[in-house]
């Protein structure tokens, strides 16, 4: 069933982000039609303002609103230990538990040839400056339990192996 312009031009959009059906984009779309202008202005207002403050962290590529994120800035993380994560969201869950206190690594995905993702399309190569700065001792790796996630953490193990590096591999059920 296709709306009149602009009602269908917001179905398309919302249709687009992930893990919205077309159903789900009709019901987002309604729900912002019969919404408050107030509550629409301020959801328009915060994508606007996070396409224009947020980036990502010139040192581990978390999200951050100035040239390194909050974690990196941070004199009290123990720079020896790196936690190596798939997506900022895996920085965010990490952080809940409270049980790590060194600085991450964010690779933007994991390997995946079906996808055509591979290790040129991560932030892979960012990983091995910084592992080659010496200061870092141990790596932990911690993408996501699944196929994926495992192949990309075999993958880092054994090219990481070679410089003396401490390995290991949070596998967590997240
Ligand atoms: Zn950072």
Known sequence: MMYEGIVQDLIDELGRLPGVGPKSAQRIAFHILAADPADVRRLSDTLREIKEKVRFCAICGNVAEEEQCRICRDPRRDLSSLCVVEEPK???AIEKTREFRGRYHVLGGAISPIDGIGPDDLRIRELFIRLSDGGITEVILATDPNLE??????????MIAPLG?????????R
């Open 149 to 158: 996630g495992e192949a990309t953490a075999t993958y880092l193990a054994r």
């Open 90 to 92: 895996d920085v965010v």
């Open 165 to 173: 590096v401490a390995v290991s591999r949070l596998a967590s059920g």
